[in-house]
């Protein structure tokens, strides 16, 4: 699938240099595991290259995998190919300095909802953009590399970005990617668990969640974690994001959303849904993502309040015209 988008890629890989990955802000396992892999099969298929992943933020969590890259000054930029991954928006780029390349490579698998770069290469169908790395790979297996730090970064990715295969977006293009990364030898049991064993303060914060969270008329579960919650539980920015995933296996509740408060008075918002599509919704309070995986942003309680409102009535309009929803 898209055969000629994959070789354009390859060819301005092996024209530069100088490349520098690039991810979103605020990144999650998908943004970093693509990144760092995409780096680790570069640099290992192209050892005279300069190959760096630099941006403005973090996530601390994924430490695990690796360090991405200092800082640089102009002049790297200058004649450099930047390749950026998983970031749907130019608003969303962790590192503005992408403008100073000569050439911009997108690489997406949410919807197309901006265009930019010189290449885009954007599946919206797929589980996470780290599947789309391992395709890339696959796809010319003779002339790139894969390594077990590759491999890791990717699968990471892949696992955190498709609910653990749980979502609609896996198929079998996505186990059989991901076979291909398990045969490098990666090591599961040490990937999981930094993934998902979690500090004691965390398990107070979820016991909490499952108090304060309400339900809609028709079913939608949310919460607003405000910063008092958040500094009495000592959440990361991680943690508090994570509690939408609470709320994800109560009987006839299809959206869930979490209203995050932040320190500059905005508030973040996580929607996630089964079957009904939420991000239409999230597009109309500054945000958007998968159909059933989106964000968005609000700036008080009146207005999380109002998403709630039309999120009940969207959900209350999809039981009535489907069935099988349980």
Not at 227 to 243: I, K, T, V
Request: glycine share 6%; aromatic share 10%; proline share 2%.
């Amino acid at each position: 699938m898209n055969k000629s988008i994959k070789h354009d890629i390859l060819d301005s890989v092996k024209k530069y240099e100088k490349i520098v990955i690039i991810r979103h802000k605020k990144p999650d396992g998908d943004a970093v595991g693509a990144s760092l892999g995409l780096k680790e099969i570069l640099r290992s298929s192209f050892p005279e290259k300069d190959v760096r992943v630099i941006n403005s933020d973090r996530a601390e969590s994924l430490d695990f995998l690796g360090d991405e890259d200092p800082s640089a000054d102009d002049s790297f930029y200058s004649g450099a190919l930047a390749v950026i991954v998983d970031t749907s928006t130019v608003e969303r780029i962790s590192n503005p300095k992408y403008t100073l390349c000569e050439r911009v490579i997108k690489i997406d698998h949410h919807a197309d909802s901006e265009a930019y770069g010189d290449i885009s290469w954007v599946e919206g169908h797929r589980s996470s953009c780290s599947e789309m790395i391992a395709d890339l790979y696959s796809a010319f297996p003779s002339e790139l590399s894969l390594g077990r730090d590759a491999a890791r970064a990717i699968y990471t990715g892949i696992v955190t970005d498709s609910g653990r295969f749980r979502f609609s977006s896996v198929s079998g293009d996505t186990h059989r990617l991901t076979a291909m990364l398990l045969d490098t030898g990666i090591d599961l049991d040490v990937i999981h668990a930094n993934l998902y064993m979690r500090e004691f303060h965390t398990f107070k914060f979820q016991a909490s969640v499952y108090k304060k969270m309400q339900i809609s008329e028709n079913g939608v579960a949310y919460l607003y974690i405000d910063r008092e919650m958040q500094d009495e539980f000592s959440l990361s920015y991680e943690d508090a994001g994570n509690a939408v995933i609470y709320m994800e296996s109560i009987k006839n509740s299809l959206i869930w959303i979490a209203f995050i408060e932040n320190r500059d008075s905005s508030v973040r918002v996580r929607l996630r849904s089964r079957f009904v599509t939420v991000n239409t919704l999230a597009e109309k309070y500054r945000g958007g993502g998968h159909a059933c995986a989106c964000g968005a942003t609000v700036y008080s309680r009146d207005e999380a309040e109002k998403l709630v409102k039309e999120a009940d009535l969207l959900l209350k309009k999809y039981k009535e015209e489907n069935e099988g929803w349980l």
